[in-house]
């Protein structure tokens, strides 16, 4: 009887906990993520980020767009505005530079007339005679879906989204007739209009083009668009022989709910018309708006963080929704799409992406995606590989099949090797290794006075200094990719042009700074100075760069005079002046002394001290940074977002690591912010990672992983993907010892 009472005990209990893990996750399976989420965090300063509705990498993002005002409009619309011009269906997160804003649509009502009719105003004229003022209790933003009240016309205005298509939801409310404008001419920043069409093609449905010209040279977008209601009158109100029709006025009979669908593709009207048909058949807007929210609450779960202080859970996970925006999804439900060379494609076998801002997110952001993403790493990496068939060279900066040639540096290249050392091989190696080859042979950029002199003369070009740092980075990871391939000679070569980042520090005065063509230091010279686009860096000073070496920390150590200058160095840096000349950049903001958290070639500055043994220096900086530099108010972002780095470098700092170098799989510890936290890894895996105290104790005193003592200041992203149970210990005061040996500090090595 004992016996059989302890095996039903046994299996009560056993049956129990089964039925409480189930409760667990299916509890846990209805977590709303998406409450932690606050869009609005760096609408304001400069942080131009996208606000509207879309999905995980979507190639719609439709939102609402102020007229642009300058340079903080980049995304389209700015907290500080307060004039709606109407809802674009494409739009750029966080960049320094405007473009798309295409497809404006504009709901009005029965009494508004326009003040031109087939030509553009005239002078003094009003050119968005339909903007409605606004204030922000007026809109309501979550992920996946936007409303505003728009006062003027008496509607209320709802957006969703799937990857390809914006569903519009109005609600009229006025006297007379609906009306939506739907206008061309619009183009976020820089963006022109070359040609366009809209036409009526059936009672309910219009479709038509938009070619433009800005940061993108040819950028082509077509569409096709439904409503619920028959239209009962269509006029183009606004056109030219160049651009053809820009602007229409739709009318609709009646008021109440009407709602609007438009599809886009890069090829064709057609195309557009199959995508809406994939995946928005039907007019049911709250079932589409779910599955919004029902695909951003499965990404935003890959990484579940637990913590007492609610503001920072809201930074996290705004920031974590901000690495997903873009890459944008660039080809049809069909797999087509076009190429760099204007060809139209058929489906290749996988995804293809644009929008890939390299130069900002090969630090942070693509590291994060083979933790967080590993399933989109293939398609993101065939999609560099096939651009580079079509236009030659591997993307330097890539946006809506257009080649922008910005910023310096060939980034396509880390995100590969970063790949291929992570283990992934749905791309062709000995291709990836070509492409990235080439690329870095070429004549153009600089390249030809690296290969012909071993540096860049600042008599010669400008930005010299950034430009030659970065192709080290590249091509260091050209030579880790090239001797696992066993290509020797190629080994030989990028491993020496890995080191050419010594040619610019003058060891005198401690600095990098620009050589003259005979070899002679360029005069005068001050490392506070920066330029903007004239001198010998790039949105930043020599404080900034003479630290960028990330492939050779130990190389940047014997330059400095050892560890001890190393490190005085390093905390110069942060407690000089942080005073700009006249003429810097914008982008130089977020300092801390000369540290300027708000553009990239910092962001793997703070980390630098673990590979001088003193990881708890690394520690204090790392979470200054991340209290002081991200809040949850609208200007929390303190410099431009570029398309998820600077919330890649939040997302994974908070979470205790970051990869200095972007392709070797080391991640550096920090500081971890939060108590708990959970990795959701493929094939059912997770690790933990757990900081009991971590508000309040910023120093880790000891770590085990899975149980077993940990005594290096990093972890490798083998460790990582096994799973298992990462715990730190932290405490209010340093243990200096920790990553102090020489064996237990990061290295330049692939691991």
């Not at 809506?400 to 190696?429: L, Q």
């Not at 001050?526 to 004239?534: A, D, G, I, L, Y």
């Not at 908070?654 to 990869?659: A, C, D, I, V």
Request: hydrophobic content about 35%.
């Amino acid at each position: 009887m004992k016996q059989l009472f302890y095996s039903t005990l046994i299996i009560t209990t056993l049956f129990l906990a089964s039925c409480n893990n189930k409760q667990t996750n299916q509890k846990d399976n209805k977590v709303d993520y998406t409450a932690f989420v606050d869009p609005m965090i760096g609408t304001g300063f400069h942080g131009h980020v996208f606000v509207g509705a879309n999905v995980p990498f979507g190639m719609v993002q439709l939102g609402p767009n102020n007229p642009t005002q300058g340079w903080d409009w980049c995304s389209g619309y700015h907290y500080s505005d307060s004039l709606l011009i109407g809802f674009a269906h494409t739009h750029l997160s966080g960049t320094g530079i405007g473009d798309l804003g295409d497809i404006l649509f504009m709901p009005l009502s029965g009494d508004y007339h326009p003040a031109f009719h087939s030509a553009p105003p005239k002078k003094g004229k009003e050119e968005y005679d339909w903007k409605a003022k606004y204030t922000h209790d007026d809109e309501i933003v979550k992920p996946g879906y936007y409303a505003i009240n728009i006062h003027r016309y008496k509607v209320k205005a709802e957006l969703t989204a799937t990857e390809r298509v914006g569903f519009h939801k109005y609600n009229f409310k006025g006297k007379g007739n609906s009306k939506i404008l739907i206008d061309l001419k619009y183009g976020t920043g820089w963006d022109t209009i070359r040609e366009g069409k809209i036409e009526q093609t059936g009672k309910n449905s219009i479709e038509g083009y938009r070619l433009s010209k800005g940061w993108a040279v040819d950028q082509r977008v077509f569409f096709h668009t439904e409503f619920s209601k028959p239209i009962t009158h269509f006029e183009i109100i606004r056109e030219n022989a160049e651009n053809r029709t820009l602007t229409a006025l739709i009318e609709f009979d009646g008021n109440g709910l009407l709602m609007a669908k438009t599809a886009i593709s890069p090829i064709s009207s057609a195309n557009a018309e199959k995508n809406m048909l994939a995946e928005a058949k039907d007019w049911d807007f709250d079932k589409i708006h779910q599955l919004a929210v029902d695909k951003w609450n499965k990404e935003l779960g890959k990484i579940k963080v637990e913590t007492t202080n609610e503001i920072n859970k809201k930074i996290f996970y705004t920031s974590l929704y901000h690495t997903m925006i873009v890459p944008a999804l660039y080809n049809d439900a069909n797999g087509a799409y076009l190429g760099t060379d204007k060809k139209e494609y058929s489906n290749p076998g996988f995804n293809n992406y644009t929008v890939f801002s390299l130069w900002d997110t090969y630090r942070a952001l693509h590291p994060l995606y083979t933790i967080a993403q590993p399933e989109r790493i293939n398609d993101l990496v065939n999609s560099l590989l096939t651009a580079y068939k079509q236009q030659g060279k591997l993307p330097v900066w890539h946006l809506w099949g257009n080649e922008t040639n910005c910023m310096v540096g060939y980034h396509s290249v880390p995100v590969i090797v970063d790949a291929y050392f992570k283990g992934f091989r749905g791309f062709d190696a000995e291709e990836a290794f070509e492409a990235m080859k080439t690329t870095a042979l070429l004549d153009e950029r600089g390249l030809n006075y690296v290969k012909n002199n071993g540096y860049i003369p600042a008599d010669k070009t400008h930005e010299s200094v950034a430009m030659a740092l970065e192709y080290a980075i590249d091509d260091w990871c050209i030579a880790a990719m090239a001797k696992d391939l066993g290509k020797t000679n190629d080994y030989k070569l990028f491993s020496k042009r890995a080191q050419y980042y010594q040619y610019y520090f003058d060891p005198k005065i401690k600095f990098m700074r620009g050589k003259l063509s005979d070899g002679s230091w360029r005069t005068p010279f001050n490392p506070f100075s920066s330029e903007h686009r004239k001198d010998d860096f790039c949105e930043g000073n020599s404080w900034q760069y003479t630290w960028l070496a990330p492939q050779d920390p130990e190389g940047l150590i014997k330059l400095q005079g050892g560890e001890k200058a190393f490190l005085d160095k390093l905390d110069s840096l942060f407690t000089v002046p942080s005073d700009l000349l006249e003429g810097a950049s914008n982008d130089i903001s977020g300092l801390i002394g000369q540290y300027a958290h708000g553009n990239e070639p910092s962001h793997h500055i703070t980390y630098l001290y673990a590979y001088a043994g003193e990881q708890w220096k690394t520690a204090e900086k790392v979470r200054e940074i991340c209290n002081t530099m991200y809040t949850d108010k609208t200007d929390g972002i303190c410099g431009n977002e570029d398309c998820g780095q600077m919330s890649a470098w939040y997302v994974l700092s908070s979470l205790g690591f970051y990869p200095v170098n972007p392709a070797n799989g080391a991640y550096v510890f920090g500081s971890p912010m939060f108590e708990n936290a959970e990795l959701r890894l493929p094939g059912g895996k997770t690790f933990s990672i757990q900081a009991e105290n971590a508000g309040k104790d910023l120093y880790i005193q000891s770590v085990t992983l899975n149980g077993k003592t940990l005594t290096k200041s990093f972890i490798t992203y083998k460790q990582i993907m096994a799973g298992g149970e990462l715990i730190f210990t932290m405490g209010n005061t340093p243990n200096k010892k920790f990553g102090k040996a020489p064996e237990d500090r990061p290295k330049s090595i692939v691991y």
